[in-house]
């Protein structure tokens, strides 16, 4: 792993962060800091509090108490800018499908003020990366969920965004696809991309992520990496999803 704790400025800050629907916490006091360069992966059961949390970093919901800082800048207080350091991809991504591809490109670069020349270099790069550029021309409504999925990736990393955050990344991603992202996800760590990545898919999260954090029940219940993971659950030889089963067994939540 290329990451190292404690040498990389932190770009993404979680602190206390809250949200309830009602009297249902669904994320409880949540603290964390991932840093520059760093791949971190965000496990847990269903309705642990994940997605609802990726809403929160992505600034599309609004705590109930605590904070988001994304690059040094509060989430709260200073939206723009903040929405313009992160690359978002959610897991249920919503596509205006009378558009073309490139027109949906165009349309996420004036989002973030991409000027035009350069909006030309970097759509036929990310095109081109993803395998759509013999697409580009086509209404998004003729793509296939997959190729859908891959256009969200491209319109994330089009304004080259410091932090990415992505919810189940891999969904619906054929295994040519999935290879490709996890190729693209190593190279954006390299050049010093934050990525903070929600998954089901162990395999993907124990293969790719510098740390791990699991949440359960909206409680953040174990951090660290896959090593430290392992050493909690007196786990010596398992993988990453006997490690989550028992760390996740019979915990009571306060």
């Given at each position: 792993?290329?990451?190292?704790?404690?040498?990389?400025?932190?770009?993404i800050?979680l602190r206390n962060?809250?949200k309830r629907?009602?009297?249902?916490v669904?994320v409880?006091?949540?603290n964390?800091s991932?840093s520059?360069?760093?791949?971190?992966?965000?496990?847990g059961p269903?309705?642990?509090?994940?997605t609802?949390?990726?809403?929160m970093?992505g600034?599309?919901l609004?705590?109930t108490e605590?904070?988001?800082?994304?690059?040094?800048l509060?989430m709260?207080s200073?939206?723009?800018k903040a929405?313009?350091?992160i690359g978002?991809?959610?897991d249920r991504p919503?596509?205006y499908e009378k558009?073309t591809g490139?027109e949906?490109?165009?349309?996420?670069?004036?989002?973030y003020?991409?000027?035009d020349?350069?909006?030309r270099k970097k759509s036929?790069?990310?095109?081109?990366?993803f395998l759509?550029?013999?697409?580009g021309?086509e209404?998004?409504e003729?793509?296939?969920y997959g190729?859908?999925?891959?256009?969200i990736i491209?319109a994330?990393?089009l304004?080259?965004?410091?932090?990415i955050?992505?919810d189940?990344p891999?969904?619906g991603?054929?295994?040519?696809?999935?290879?490709?992202?996890?190729?693209?996800?190593?190279d954006?760590?390299?050049?010093g991309t934050?990525?903070?990545?929600?998954?089901?898919?162990?395999a993907?999260?124990?293969?790719?992520c510098d740390?791990?954090?699991i949440?359960h029940?909206g409680?953040?219940i174990?951090?660290g990496?896959i090593?430290?993971l392992?050493?909690?659950?007196?786990?010596?030889?398992g993988?990453?999803?006997?490690v989550?089963?028992?760390?996740?067994?019979?915990v009571s939540?306060p």
């Open positions: 792993m290329h990451y190292a704790i404690g040498v990389r400025m932190a770009m800050e962060l809250t629907f009602g009297e249902m669904a409880n006091r949540l964390l991932v520059k360069g760093e791949i971190f992966g965000f496990i269903n309705g642990a509090g994940k609802t949390t990726l809403r970093m600034g599309v609004a705590p605590g904070l988001v800082v994304i690059d040094g509060n709260a200073e939206p723009e929405k313009k350091r978002f991809i959610p919503f596509l558009l490139m949906f490109l165009r349309f996420t670069a004036d989002l003020g991409i000027k020349d350069l909006f036929e790069e990310v095109l081109k990366k759509l550029y013999d697409w021309d209404l998004i003729s793509y296939s190729m859908k999925q891959r256009l491209s994330a990393i304004h080259d965004p410091k932090v955050v992505v189940e891999m969904v991603l054929d295994p040519a696809g999935i290879k490709m992202v996890k190729g693209l996800i190593r954006l760590a390299q050049q934050t990525l903070f990545m929600s998954t089901h898919t162990l993907m999260a124990e293969d790719v740390r791990i954090g949440i029940k409680v953040l174990a951090i990496t090593e430290e392992k050493r909690r659950a007196q786990v010596q030889e993988d990453l999803e006997e989550f089963l028992i760390l996740t067994e019979g939540i």
